[in-house]
């Protein structure tokens, strides 16, 4: 059984950085696309970047330049690297694993989710 867990979230000002990670128990780690979601308050859940199979990482507009993915395989995790932060960041981050090799912006394409962490940027 699939099961991610995400931890880093918390309460930072605009301008700041966090660092979110994602730690799956798979037995296999980067066989499938895994991704970053997020959904700030009354808003449906959206992409904000991914990894496929292959290694290579996508992001939304709203946060290319200032958001990184990053995998660590031997730990199996993946992280988030978020610095220049905005209150519109302001959102439950998510992180997901597709039962495919390529990212898709669709969460309905997702099989696995973490329970999320909560990313609050204060103006």
């Known amino acids: 059984q699939v099961q991610l867990v995400e931890s880093g979230g918390g309460l930072v000002q605009a301008g700041g950085s966090l660092r979110l990670s994602c730690a799956a128990s798979v037995r296999t780690f980067g066989t499938y696309a895994m991704a970053w979601f997020r959904q700030g308050p009354g808003k449906e859940r959206e992409l904000v970047g991914g990894?496929?199979?292959?290694?290579?990482?996508n992001y939304a507009d709203s946060v290319k330049g200032r958001f990184t993915i990053s995998m660590d395989n031997a730990k199996k995790t993946m992280y988030l690297q978020m610095i220049s932060l905005k209150p519109e960041d302001t959102a439950v981050y998510y992180c997901?694993?597709?039962?495919?090799?390529?990212?898709?912006?669709?969460?309905?394409?997702?099989?696995?989710w973490g329970q999320g962490t909560q990313v609050t940027v204060s103006s």
């Open positions: 997901a694993r597709r039962s495919a090799p390529v990212v898709h912006t669709s969460p309905g394409s997702y099989a696995n």
């Open positions: 990894v496929t199979s292959a290694g290579t990482t």
